[in-house]
């Protein structure tokens, strides 16, 4: 069994791809092409975002947006410590520092209560993450910022085609970011990733500061970075879109075969809870669970792989220390301590995903069981 199965999605597409990677080779122009503005222009309808900018990855996207909101030395960015590290890295890329708010241990998601007593008069920004495929709750978030004169930028890395209050995910806020990354709901071959933004002037620096901060050819009129999307990426993104609602059902319908096993069981196993206003396109299905070595153990032996989002907390790496210490948010150091990937995608079948929750269901149950942690569980 595959995590993630990349290479049934390519086999779905293979037409599709193949046509569009030979067109980009038979004109030739690599650096932005004309895939780079057709992909632009369909992910801004998507979103329902006026402008679209791509880049060259999803840290890439975090770091210009940044960079466009003036966010530099000495000031202090608000974000979660749960989260990949390119969160912070971007932060402390240009001086600033991350200022890390604890989880809401239902979703994972930056709890929006804890955030106002982390506010200084340095604070510039709050960089809610949307986790595993869920936004955060991006309303009481925008709400504290329009308050405080914060600028918000969603980090949409997991969460691209997931929706929030009848809204797309990446057009919550001022400025929305996402991953093409491969694993990624929707993915390129490579690294990719985008900027939204209805903010005109915003789109503008973001654009500039993509291309070394250039408005025109050889005129640098911002400190920029060398940020482009390449076309050959773009084109295979076009390619994808063309079936990424019928992929987002899939995810839905995968996702509900293990909810229908795995929701309201007292055995030491929760799905990381999902809010009723907003939909995932789950690029993790992740589940909370007691004794999760012995687990993990036990659906290896059974041939089913899993991954940990994220086994220490940003505040706990050695180059990210919080000014809070080692104990600070103690919710995602707890979650980081039990929560486990399962396998997901468009790919899986409803009969793999009933079989992984049965496995782990049965680890569990002996594990519950036992006085000591198991030495060995069932196949």
């Known amino acids: 069994m595959e995590f993630i199965d990349l290479k ?46 791509t880049v060259a990855s999803g840290t890439e996207a975090l770091l210009i947006a940044l960079m466009a ?28 520092t991350p200022v890390f708010v604890d989880i809401d241990p239902v979703t994972c998601n930056l709890a929006p209560a804890l955030i106002e007593e982390k506010i200084t008069a340095r604070t510039r920004a709050i960089i809610p993450v949307s986790l595993y495929g869920q936004p955060a709750d991006m309303d009481e978030i925008n709400g504290i ?119 309201g069981k007292d055995m030491g196993v929760r799905p990381v809870g ?26 290896h032996r059974a041939g089913i792989p899993t991954a940990i989002h994220y086994p220490v907390p940003i505040h706990r790496q050695p180059a990210y220390a919080s000014p809070g210490g080692a104990d600070a948010c103690p919710v995602a150091v707890e979650m980081a301590g039990k929560v486990m990937s399962l396998p997901m995608g468009p790919y899986l079948s409803t009969a793999s995903a009933q079989h992984v929750a049965t496995v782990l269901l049965d680890a569990a149950d002996i594990s519950r069981r036992s006085s000591v942690e198991p030495v060995a569980l069932p196949e």
């Not at 993509?210 to 911002?222: A, C, D, I, L, M």
Request: hydrophobic share 40%; charged share 20%.
């Open 8 to 53: 049934s999605q390519y086999q779905a597409s293979r037409a599709l791809i193949n046509g569009r990677i030979q067109a980009v080779l038979d004109h030739g122009q690599y650096i932005m092409g004309p895939e780079v503005g057709e992909l632009e222009a369909r992910l801004a309808q998507f979103a329902g975002a006026r402008h679209c900018i």
């Open 145 to 263: 910022a329009v308050r405080h004169g914060l600028a918000v930028i969603e980090d949409a890395a997991q969460s691209f085609g997931a929706t929030y209050r009848g809204r797309q995910s990446c057009n919550l806020s001022g400025v929305g970011c996402t991953s093409f990354f491969p694993s990624k709901p929707l993915g390129c071959y490579g690294d990719g990733g985008a900027l939204f933004t209805s903010d005109d002037e915003l789109a503008k620096a973001m654009r500039e500061i993509r291309v070394h901060g250039q408005s025109k050819r050889y005129v640098h009129t911002r400190i920029g970075v060398g940020g482009r999307m390449d076309t050959l990426q773009c084109a295979i993104v076009l390619a994808k879109l063309e079936l990424f609602d019928w992929e987002l059902q899939q995810r839905q319908r995968a996702a509900s075969a293990y909810d229908a096993l795995l929701l």
């Open 274 to 299: 999902r809010r009723d206003d907003r939909t995932s396109v789950y690029a993790q299905y992740t589940v909370v669970v007691e004794q999760r070595d012995a687990l993990q153990a036990a659906l």
């Open 69 to 96: 909101l003036g966010v530099g030395r000495g000031d202090e960015v608000i974000t979660t410590p749960f989260t990949f590290i390119a969160t912070a890295e971007a932060i402390v890329l240009l001086g600033a």
